[in-house]
C-alpha cells in the first residue's frame, strides 16, 4: 500500500511535467517542449506533403500515398463537401492543412517521449484563432462588415428581442475560438495526464520487484500488470481520440465557415 | 493565385491579432489552476507562425496540384465509365444485329427449304403425271398393238379355217359345191365366230 501513499505525489509531480517549460528562451520569448514538438510536427507534415506531392500519380500506388489520399478524400467529402457545400473548393485548403496539422500533432504526441503540440494551450489558441479570423474574414467578405455583423442576429426576431439575440450571437461568436482552443488542449492533455499516471502506477507497483525480488514483491507487482493493460486500451483510446478531435475541430472549423457564410439565419 | 492572396491577407489579419493581444496577459508562469488555460506568447506564437507558414506554403504549393490530381482521375474514372457504358450499348447493339442476322438466316434456309420441298413436290407430281402419262400411252399403244396382233390372228385363222374347211369339206361332199359357194358359207361362218369373240 506504500504505492498508493506515493501516488498522489507522484501524480502531481506528472502534472508539473506536463505543465509548459521553456527550452530555449522563457515562457514569453523563447519555445517551450510542447511549441518545440509543435515544429517538430510542422516539419514532418511539410514533409510527408512533399513526398505525396511527388509520389501522387493518377493511379495511387503504395500504402504511404494511399493512405495520404484517403485522409485528404475524408477531408473533402466528410467535412468540406458535406458541411460547406458549393463553395467547398476555396476552403478545402485551409480545413485540410488544419485537419493534417492537428492530426499529425497529436500522433507525434503519442510517441512515447514526444509531447503533442496540441497538449499546450497556446498552441491551439493560436489554430483557434486563425480559424476564427478566417471565417470571420470571409463572412465579411461575403456579406461586408456590416451585412456580416447584421447576420449574426437571426431573421424574423421582432425588435427589441432581435437586439437581444444579437448581443447572445456575439458573445456565442466570440466563445468559438475559445472553446475551440479549450476543446482541443483539455483533451490531448487530459488523455496523456491518464496515460501518464496508469504508466506511473505501473511502476510504482512495479518497483519494489525491480529493486528486490521476492514473493512478496511479485504479490505486490500484480496489479502492475492490470495498470499496464488499462494503460494499453487507454493508448489504443488516445489514438481514436487524436484522429476525432481533429476530426471535431476541422468540422466546427468547416460549420463556422459555412455559418458566417450562410445567406441569412 | 486568388486563394493565395486570401490567405496571405488572412495570415496578415492573424498576425497583427496575435501581436496586439495584451503579452503580459500570456507570460504568467505556468503551475498549474487556471494558469494552465493561459496562453503562453513562448508557445502561440511559434504555434501560430508555424501554421499560417505551412497553411500558405501548402496552399500555393501542394494543395492545388493534389485537387487538380483528384479532379482528373475524377474526370478519367467518369470518362472511362462512360466509355464502358458506350461499349456495352455497342456490344448490345452489336449482339442484337447479330441475334437478328441469325433469325434472318434462319428464316432465310427455313424458306429455302420450303421452297426445295416444294419444287421437290412439284417435281415428284409431274415425274409421277409424266410417268403416269407415258404408261398410259404405253398401255393403250399395247392395247392397239394387241388388238391389231389379235386382228391379224383372227384374220389369219379365219382363212386358215376358211381353207381348212373348204378342203375337208370338198373331201367330205367330194366337190358337190362349187368353190365359189363353198368360200361365202365359211366367211359366213367365220363372221359368226368372229362376232361370237368380238
Keep these: 500500500m506504500d504505492a498508493f501513499a506515493a501516488l498522489p505525489e507522484e501524480i502531481n509531480h506528472l502534472v508539473a511535467e506536463f505543465s509548459s517549460a521553456p527550452v530555449a528562451g522563457d515562457l514569453t520569448v523563447g519555445l517551450t517542449q510542447y511549441s518545440f514538438w509543435l515544429l517538430v510536427a510542422a516539419v514532418v507534415f511539410a514533409v510527408v506533403m512533399a513526398v505525396f506531392v511527388k509520389k501522387q500519380t493518377l493511379v495511387p500506388r503504395g500504402v504511404f500515398v494511399n493512405g495520404v489520399e484517403y485522409l485528404i478524400e475524408y477531408v473533402q467529402n466528410d467535412v468540406a463537401k458535406g458541411v460547406v457545400g458549393t463553395g467547398w473548393r476555396r476552403h478545402f485548403p485551409f480545413l485540410a492543412t488544419i485537419f493534417l496539422f492537428i492530426l499529425i500533432n497529436n500522433f507525434i504526441g503519442l510517441i512515447p517521449g514526444c509531447k503533442p503540440g496540441t497538449g499546450a494551450i497556446g498552441c491551439t489558441a493560436a489554430l483557434a484563432l486563425v480559424t476564427f479570423v478566417y471565417f470571420v474574414y470571409f463572412g465579411c467578405k461575403k456579406h461586408g462588415v456590416i451585412g456580416y ?21 456575439v458573445f456565442s461568436l466570440l466563445l468559438r475560438p475559445i472553446t475551440l482552443a479549450i476543446r482541443l488542449f483539455c483533451n490531448m492533455f487530459a488523455g496523456h495526464i ?28 500484480l496489479p502492475s500488470l492490470a495498470w499496464l493493460a488499462i494503460l494499453l486500451i487507454i493508448y489504443a483510446v488516445e489514438l481514436i ?7 471535431v475541430f476541422t468540422v466546427l472549423a468547416a460549420v463556422y465557415i459555412q455559418i458566417a457564410e450562410a445567406e441569412g439565419h | 493565385m486568388k486563394l493565395i492572396n486570401r490567405a496571405g491577407r488572412a495570415a496578415a489579419l492573424v498576425a497583427a491579432a496575435g501581436l496586439l493581444a495584451p503579452v503580459p496577459a500570456f507570460a504568467e508562469e505556468s503551475a498549474g489552476g487556471a494558469s494552465i488555460l493561459i496562453p503562453n506568447m513562448a508557445e502561440f506564437i511559434p504555434a501560430l507562425i508555424a501554421f499560417l507558414i505551412i497553411l500558405v506554403a501548402l496552399a500555393k504549393l501542394a494543395w492545388p496540384s493534389v485537387l487538380t490530381m483528384m479532379d482528373e482521375r475524377s ?66 399403244r399395247a392395247h392397239e398393238n394387241i388388238e391389231d396382233e389379235r386382228r391379224a390372228v383372227y384374220a389369219s385363222s379365219a382363212e386358215t379355217v376358211a ?23 365359211i366367211e359366213k361362218y367365220t363372221e359368226q365366230v368372229g362376232s361370237l369373240n368380238g
Design chain 1, 149 to 169: 455583423l447584421k447576420s449574426l442576429a437571426p431573421a424574423g426576431v421582432a425588435f427589441p428581442m432581435n437586439v437581444f439575440v444579437w448581443v447572445i450571437e
Design chain 1, 194 to 221: 491518464v496515460m501518464g499516471s496508469f504508466s506511473i502506477m505501473a511502476a510504482i507497483f512495479a518497483e519494489p520487484l525491480l529493486e528486490h525480488f521476492s514473493a512478496m514483491n511479485a504479490v505486490g507487482a
Design chain 1, 241 to 247: 481520440v487524436a484522429f476525432v478531435q481533429a476530426y
Design chain 2, 75 to 140: 474526370k478519367r474514372i467518369e470518362e472511362s465509365l462512360a466509355d464502358a457504358e458506350a461499349a456495352k450499348q455497342a456490344a448490345a447493339a452489336k449482339r442484337r444485329e447479330a441475334d437478328q442476322i441469325v433469325a434472318d438466316a434462319r428464316r432465310e434456309a427455313a424458306d429455302i427449304v420450303l421452297e426445295a420441298r416444294r419444287d421437290a413436290e412439284s417435281e415428284r407430281a409431274r415425274i409421277i403425271g409424266s410417268a403416269h402419262d407415258e404408261a398410259t400411252a404405253l398401255i393403250a
Design chain 2, 163 to 185: 381353207n381348212l374347211a373348204v378342203e375337208v369339206a370338198g373331201r367330205i361332199l367330194n366337190e358337190r359345191l362349187d368353190e365359189a359357194e363353198q368360200r361365202k358359207l
